[in-house]
Structures are given as C-alpha cells and as structure tokens.
C-alpha cells in the first residue's frame, strides 16, 4: 500500500546529542511537511519541502534542520536536543501546497516518538 | 489570521451511539478546506474527512459525516454507530491557499461498552 513511513518509531538520545529522523513516501507527494507534537497538544509545523524548495516556519529553532535528497526521503536533524525538544514528531505528504481541494490532503506518518536523556 | 476552536476537551459516548464533535473556525479567505483527523493513542494522525468551503452539501465518509454550517463559521463531526476502536483524540484543522493546516487543541473521545 502506498503510505507514509517513519523510522524508527522510537528514538532516544541523550542531551545534545545530534539524532536525525527519516520518512520516505511512496505517494509520490511532491509536499512533504514536519510536525513537531508535544504531549496533550496539537501538532506545529516546523518545515516544510515543496520539491526541493525549502520553507521554514518563523518560529523552528535553528536547531532544527531538514534535508530532502529525492522525492521519496525527508529527514529531520536536530543538532543538539534538548529536554524540551522531546515530542513526537510527525512527517506528512500532500500533493501541492493549495489545501483547496480533498485531493491536497495531508497524509501523516505514524510518527516517531523522541525521547531526551 | 485563520483560528480554529474545539470547546469540548473530552467525550464520552456509549457504544453503537452517534456523537458529535464540534469544531469552529475563524477565516477572512473565502476559499479554505476543513479537515477531521483521529489520532489513536499510538499516535498516527488519520484522515477522516474533508469539507471545502465551496462545497454544497456535506460530507461523508462511511460513518463519519460532517455537519458544515457556513454562516455559523461551524464544520462538527458526526460519528455513527460509535466503536470502542473510535477512542482517540479528534483534531479540526483548516487550510487555505499554501496548505498550512491549523489544528484545533483536540477533543478526547472515549467509548463505553
């Protein structure tokens, strides 16, 4: 099934320690997004890639940064976390940034869930 | 600036019963999308529906309808026949042109057997 993934589901790093974050798509989306959800809250965007054209949110740290090599992959670096930067982070696809239409959907990853030592 | 509200933070609904979810919004873009997500306690965010501003009647989408009320700026969710699997947190979100969604803070759905 086409569908949105992440790995891992899982990730624990200490303080500081630089971790990164992948998701790959088999949609062919050519949005792919990332969310930051912290507990009992609703998701922000942090970044998102329209193709290769990059957009940052205002407000994401600049310790957090994103690379999409091709279409299928986006991943998420964060160089130094910190206690506040546990969260689930969620990546998400569509297929053009109008959100207009049923047809430009967002389809969420399962998400993984990072932990701060 | 695009806003929306979710005034109910948790629900409980008997098994088999119909529930509703509210949810308003806040725009000045007369084109925009409004979207209903379920996230289980796993934390997947799932589509469940879709209503466009332009649209003229509801939609559905097998159990889930969504009651559109434009003039009351209003897009609630309607679950049928409710499941215990229908537990999770529901979130509105809306888009407009640049498909930034705007979540709502979410209601927690529980359902009793």
């Known amino acids: 099934d086409a569908m949105v993934i992440q790995n891992p589901r899982y990730q624990v790093t200490q303080f500081g320690k630089p971790v990164t974050l992948s998701c790959s798509q088999t949609l062919n989306h050519n949005v792919m997004y990332w969310y930051q959800q912290k507990s009992s809250q609703a998701p922000k965007l942090l970044f998102h890639y329209y193709d290769k054209d990059f957009n940052n949110e205002a407000d994401t740290p600049d310790n957090f940064q994103s690379r999409r090599p091709n279409t299928s992959f986006c991943f998420l670096d964060i160089r130094s976390p910190g206690l506040g930067d546990a969260a689930m982070y969620l990546c998400?696809?569509?297929?053009?940034?109008?959100?207009?239409?049923?047809?430009?959907?967002?389809?969420f990853g399962p998400g993984t869930r990072l932990t701060v030592l | 600036a695009q806003k929306i509200t979710q005034t109910q933070p948790g629900m409980f609904v008997q098994e088999k019963e119909a529930v509703t979810l509210d949810c308003t919004y806040d725009t000045s873009d007369p084109s925009y999308g409004l979207f209903w997500y379920k996230q289980p306690s796993s934390g997947e965010m799932i589509f469940l529906i879709y209503?466009?501003?332009?649209?003229?009647q509801n939609a559905t989408e097998g159990r889930y309808s969504l009651n559109f009320q434009k003039a009351r700026k209003s897009a609630n969710l309607v679950i049928s026949a409710s499941q215990l699997g229908d537990s999770a947190m529901y979130f509105c979100?809306?888009?407009?042109?640049?498909?930034?969604?705007?979540f709502g803070a979410g209601t927690i759905l529980r359902v009793k057997s």
């Open positions: 209503q466009g501003s332009y649209d003229q």
């Open positions: 979100a809306m888009s407009t042109y640049g498909n930034k969604l705007v």
């Open positions: 998400a696809t569509s297929t053009r940034l109008a959100g207009l239409a049923s047809t430009d959907t967002q389809y």
